[in-house]
Structures are given as structure tokens and as C-alpha cells.
């Protein structure tokens, strides 16, 4: 009875550090920004990391046998159009990104350019609850966004819409490696290319995960021992 007892005491200390190996191998954090990303204009703030606004204007565009309406980004040269179908001659505002500066993983920080090249821009509906007085008698919300037409049903040329986005960063962690102090990206490599001067560097995905499997390994050694030794001494 006493054997059996010391036994299952054993093997439930190494399934628990076992087990509390596997846990400590859990995913990467959070990334987490140096400060909250925030368009001072409108007193929008990202929810993520970056943050983008995308301003169109309603304008008049050219279309066989005669003119159409469109959204537009960017401004249509009406020089060579008639003169009821002038374009205004620039945007009041513009659009624009803002992305943080210091992005840290774990407590290390992201190389230059991982958030450009990973990052994923999602639409997402702000709180316009900073925004300023002068901007609230000219806008109004409209869809996720802010428009400028008194009726959002019949924009005129002219009228604004002002629409957000939020830059996230999808899961990485078969993607990054950290080299020196910071998070690298690994660029996808075509099939039977891969870069020999890759081979000994471990990506989060690949070394970090077998040492939990080796401590499992010796405590159930040392408990096997353990056991063997108690056997000869009855």
C-alpha cells in the first residue's frame, strides 16, 4: 500500500511539472504598443496598433457619353470638363496612417518593418466621443465613419466621407525569430530554397518547444529510478 502510495505521489509531481512545462511553452504575448495610436485631428485612438484615415471626396468623373458621380480617394483633374462639372480644386483633409513607433513582444521589441509587412488593416467603427466642436458642426456619422452631406441619402460633389481602420497583427509565432535583442520576421521561402544560413537559428515555433518534452522525460526517469530503488530494498 505504502508503495503504491509513494508511486502515484511520484507520478502526479511529474505530470504537474510536466505540465507545467507545457504551459510555461505557451504562445508569444501580446503585442504590446509604447502608446495608444491616435488621430489628433478627430481625437480617433487605434484599438490596435496603427491607425488609418481614409478620406474620399464625391466627384465627377468621366465615363463614355458624358459624366458620373464617384468616391474618390484621390483628386479628379476636372480641368478639361465642362463647367457644370468642375471638381473641387483639393481635399480639406487628407488621408493618413500612424502606426507606433515601439512595438514590444514578451518585453522584446519588433524590428522596423514587421508591422507593415505582417500587419492586417481591419475597418472598425471609432468613438467619436473626443471630437472637436468645429468637426461636429461639419460631419456627422455615417455608416462606420463621419460624412459630410446634409443628407447622407443625396451627397452633393464636394461632400466628404471619413472612414477608420485599425492595424492588427495576426499570430506570428511560426513567423518571427529572435536575433540579438529583437523580433525579426522570417520571410516565406520557396519550396527546396531554403537559406542554409537559416538552418541553425530556432523560430519560436521550433526549439523553444522540445525542452518541456525533455524535462518530462527526466522526472519520469528519476521517478522510474526511484521506484526501482525502493523495490530493492523490500
Not at 33 to 45: K, Q
Not at 167 to 188: K, S
Request: aromatic share 8%.
Amino acid at each position: 500500500m505504502i508503495r503504491a502510495a509513494w508511486f502515484a505521489a511520484s507520478a502526479g509531481v511529474a505530470l504537474l511539472l510536466a505540465g507545467s512545462a507545457l504551459a510555461q511553452d505557451a504562445t508569444l504575448g501580446a503585442p504590446q504598443p509604447d502608446r495608444t495610436v491616435r488621430d489628433p485631428e478627430f481625437g480617433v485612438r487605434a484599438r490596435h496598433l496603427g491607425l488609418e484615415r481614409r478620406v474620399t471626396m464625391l466627384q465627377w468623373q468621366a465615363v463614355p457619353g458624358g459624366y458620373a458621380r464617384a468616391w474618390s480617394e484621390a483628386l479628379i483633374d476636372s480641368s478639361a470638363f465642362d463647367a457644370g462639372h468642375r471638381n473641387p480644386s483639393g481635399f480639406p483633409l487628407r488621408s493618413r496612417r500612424w502606426i507606433a513607433r515601439t512595438v514590444t513582444i514578451d518585453g522584446k521589441p519588433l524590428a522596423p518593418g514587421v508591422l507593415e509587412a505582417a500587419g492586417i488593416w481591419q475597418d472598425f467603427r471609432p468613438s467619436f466621443n473626443a471630437l472637436p466642436a468645429n468637426l461636429t458642426a461639419t460631419f456627422q456619422p455615417e455608416g462606420n465613419g463621419l460624412g459630410s452631406a446634409e443628407n447622407p441619402l443625396d451627397p452633393q460633389i464636394g461632400d466628404l466621407r471619413i472612414q477608420w481602420r485599425d492595424l492588427v497583427l495576426p499570430p506570428l509565432d511560426d513567423r518571427l525569430v529572435l536575433r540579438g535583442d529583437r523580433w525579426e520576421l522570417l520571410a516565406p521561402v520557396p519550396a527546396g530554397k531554403a537559406d542554409p544560413a537559416l538552418a541553425d537559428v530556432p523560430s519560436v515555433a521550433q526549439a523553444p518547444r522540445l525542452w518541456p518534452w525533455l524535462v518530462s522525460a527526466l522526472v519520469l526517469l528519476c521517478v522510474l529510478a526511484g521506484f526501482a530503488w525502493w523495490k530493492r530494498r523490500i
